[in-house]
């Protein structure tokens, strides 16, 4: 029996403060709300029969929807989920192997296995979202090598010593491995990628894979609020590309709680520029992906107008 259920994502636009001259500032608050409907019918599916889907246990209902399945990993949705059943299936997968650099919380969990290999799942009422990907530099599946190859194998090594590599090349190498390269879509496939796509997963995943590091890219303002209750400090929200009255695509940005002398700005002051609708130019470190809102959370470096 299948069923058809509605997804409805509504990213709604924070109110927005424009500032004023002289010592009376003016606020003008603005809203937008940007819809989707997208519809997604459940039936009785069946596991993909591939090397990387058998790392990952069968959920106990098959009541779900491939939304893509691979070689290098696929996207499933499974209905009719209940949080005992999601909590369970996470500590099959950590069980499994899927306990490196674990992230979990409610509704969501991150962890890589030992090969490199990144599962991704979140319970959005009683439907799950499983994802699975290989790692970066590609497969690294286990392989179980038989008695003779492994025999083979050790009568094939040579006998002369190892030499090891000299430490100044050893430290060069890790020097260069610690360079820390500005990522932009001219540089970086998969971060171009990125801001093309309102993929949660996908997005999500790449933010675990690039923590920290520096991104540098071209937005517009879609929302600039005070912090909570305090007058110095402020939330500012991003959208990619150039400001538009119809068309908004890509994941949406987020500087949380941050004074305007620690946004990158050359004086102490919010500058009239930050308002909504203004392109500008973000270079800024990446800190984490929040599931529940779907926002990119920032740590700016510098913000110009553009």
Known sequence: MKKTIKVIFCVMLCTTLLFGCGNNNTSNFEQKTLET????????????????????????????????????GFVIYISGVSKEDYT????????????????????FYWADNAQGYHVHTTLDGDVMFI??????????????????????????????????????VIEEKVEENLTDTILT?????????????????????????????????DGNISGVEKHKNYDTRYDVWIYTGDYSETDVYGPSFQIYDKNPFNMGFD??????YMVF???????????????????????????TER
């Open 88 to 107: 369970d299936y996470n500590s099959q997968c950590m069980h499994a192997g899927f306990n490196i650099e674990q992230r979990d919380g409610d509704g």
């Open 37 to 72: 409907d997208n519809t997604m019918t459940f039936g009785t599916i069946e596991w993909p029969d591939t090397d990387i889907a058998r790392l990952l246990p069968v959920p106990k209902t098959l009541n779900g929807n491939i939304n893509w399945s691979k070689d290098y």
């Open 185 to 217: 879509i001219d540089n970086d496939e998969k971060f171009a990628e990125i801001m093309q796509s309102t993929d949660y997963g996908r997005i999500g995943l790449y933010v675990f894979n690039n923590e920290g590091k520096t991104i540098e890219f």
């Open 267 to 272: 004086d102490f002051y919010l500058p009239n």
């Open 131 to 168: 994802r699975i990907d290989e790692p970066e530099d590609g497969p690294n599946l286990p392989v179980e090598e038989s008695t003779e190859e492994v025999q083979e194998e050790a009568e094939s090594v040579s006998e002369e010593p190892i030499v090891e590599e000299p430490a100044t």
């Open 277 to 303: 609708g203004q392109n500008i130019h973000v270079v800024a470190k990446l800190v984490s992906f929040n599931s529940d809102t779907g926002f990119i959370i920032i740590d700016p470096i510098s913000i």
